[in-house]
């Protein structure tokens, strides 16, 4: 039976693998949340890997504040690169294969057609550029590691455009969504499905994973309304009506 570390255990992802983990019955899983495994400390890193000896570790943790990571800097790269770092060394030390999460964010957006492995990254946020940097550790540190990009994750848990968009429309009668970002929604679940069936039979490396359709926020959020049956007026808008604290990525369509 494989051992499978996973971190981030309470967040979007970490709830979305515990809810099919019963799936995979040759596989056991040791997930973990910050307040056990904090990524951010490397003695608590070997200290968990020492404990557990996994033959894979899943990092679900993660800084995906975007806005806030403008002013919390440090902390964000503590995390997302930091924290790359820690995991890598530790899985390098116990011959762990490391499976990590990155995002579409390492892009700058300004292509028309899907960003693919071979496309040169140039974040435009700390978010995307912290991200960028644990990419970087994870790739020079280890060999035996798979690096995920994906974009615009949903699911039921924790804290995603899809569950905000229906926390709205229950005091709300008429949003207004972006409709000048071009994205690919992916549900985390198949994430999951795809991590645990398909990515470890593949070599070693550079992976994009996000959902077919490609559409605006705008768009995701009429689908996610008239998926639930919920009436309520949405009003396309433009970045520059919605100004945010960190620039955001026009498209970013993963191929």
Known sequence: M???????????????????????????????SSKILDITKADNCLAIFEQYKPAVCINFAAYTKVDQAEDEVQLAYQVNAEGCKNLAEACLIYDTTLIHMSTDFVFDGQQQTPYTTADSPNPINVYGASKLKGEQYIQALVVNYYIIRTSWVYSEFGHNFRNTMLKLAETKTELNVVNDQIGCPTDAVSICQYIMTSLQKQP????????????????????????????????????????????????SVLG
């Open 2 to 32: 494989k051992r499978i570390l996973v971190t981030g255990a309470t967040g979007q992802l970490g709830q979305a693998l515990q809810s099919i983990s019963a799936q995979f019955e040759t596989n056991e899983f040791v997930f973990l």
């Open 204 to 251: 070693y490396g550079l992976y994009h994973y996000s959902g077919k359709t490609i559409c605006s926020w705008y768009d995701f959020a009429l689908a996610i309304f008239k998926e639930n049956k919920i009436k309520i007026k949405v009003n396309p808008i433009t970045t520059a009506e919605y100004p945010t604290k960190a620039k955001r990525p026009k498209y």
